[in-house]
């Protein structure tokens, strides 16, 4: 299993390592008791994961507001180039409602299809569809992604 494939999709959800550290463990904790009837287990964490996380979201985060800074020094590993621009991506992806951020993380981040998004998510094909059209939507038009694009 690709745990920092998973760490990773934990921290496009959160925005924060140690909150999708946390996340991550207590999905794992919580697949345990299902591991030894399981194939292939990392499908199955992925949607724990997402099931935790948005269960986490309405229960105890309810209250906290996306920032709309980025920590400084948080993606300072990556020199290549483009870091304001990612930077409003990652905000824009944080002002997303929960629902339709998990299906542009699992769509678009973790390239998977339709079927298996909708199965993470346990919806309709037609609603991750829905979904996706609409975070897309809301993307496109973010004023501070547009301002980074037309520098």
């Known amino acids: 299993m690709r745990s920092d494939r998973l760490l990773c999709t934990a921290y496009m959800l959160t925005h924060n390592w ?3 550290e946390d996340l991550l463990q207590e999905s794992l904790a919580k697949a345990w008791f299902a591991w030894p009837r399981l194939n292939e287990p990392e499908p199955y964490v992925r949607k724990v994961l997402v099931t935790t996380y948005v269960s986490w979201w309405r229960l ?6 996306p920032s709309d800074e980025l ?3 948080l993606l300072a590993h ?5 870091l304001d621009e990612r930077d409003a991506m990652w905000r824009a992806l944080g002002r997303l409602p929960v629902k339709q951020r998990a299906v542009v993380v699992l769509r ?7 079927a298996e998004v909708a199965a993470v998510l346990g919806c309709g094909i037609g609603t991750v569809k829905s979904q996706s059209a609409k975070a897309l939507a809301k993307l496109r038009v973010d004023e501070s992604i547009m301002k980074e694009l037309h520098r």
Request: negative net charge.
């Open 18 to 20: 140690a909150t999708a």
């Open 71 to 73: 920590p400084k020094g």
């Open 108 to 114: 678009f981040y973790e390239d998977l299809s339709l």
């Open 78 to 82: 990556d020199m290549s180039g483009g």
């Open 60 to 65: 105890r985060w309810r209250q906290e507001l």
